[in-house]
């Protein structure tokens, strides 16, 4: 599986960007992709999920929730993740990664390829 991460970049507190990660390699029916981010000096964390088939999805809690949108088009084979009214601490590299199996997690453990991350910078 080949996962290809773009559409990070600086913007201003309050703004926008939507990510993208286009997948190759394999069949994606039943499986999850998933979006991760890692700030400078902290741990990488869980941000959003989604099921290739159903497209059901699985936030984070609080950090993202209600500001993150994860989407799929299968004929893309592409995950989005629309973020809207990013914040300071919003910056990190962002990270899409493939889950084999169908289930929807947070834990980086089950996703067994990764893209090479895009960097979005949020300004204050």
């Known amino acids: 599986v080949q996962l290809q991460a773009s559409g990070g970049g600086l913007v201003q507190a309050g703004g926008s960007l939507r990510l993208s990660c286009a997948a190759s390699?394999?069949?994606?029916?039943?499986?999850?992709m998933g979006w991760f981010r890692q700030a400078p000096g902290k741990e990488r964390e869980f941000v959003a999920a989604?099921?290739?088939?159903?497209?059901?999805?699985?936030y984070a809690d609080y950090s993202v929730k209600g500001r993150f949108t994860i989407s799929r088009d299968n004929g893309k084979n592409t995950v989005y993740l629309q973020m809207n009214s990013l914040k300071p601490e919003d910056t990190a590299v962002y990270y899409c990664a493939y889950n084999p199996r169908d289930l929807l997690t947070r834990v980086a453990g089950q996703y067994t390829f990764w893209g090479q991350g895009t960097l979005v910078t949020v300004s204050s």
């Open positions: 989604i099921r290739w088939s159903g497209g059901s999805a699985f």
């Open positions: 390699g394999r069949t994606f029916s039943s499986t999850v």
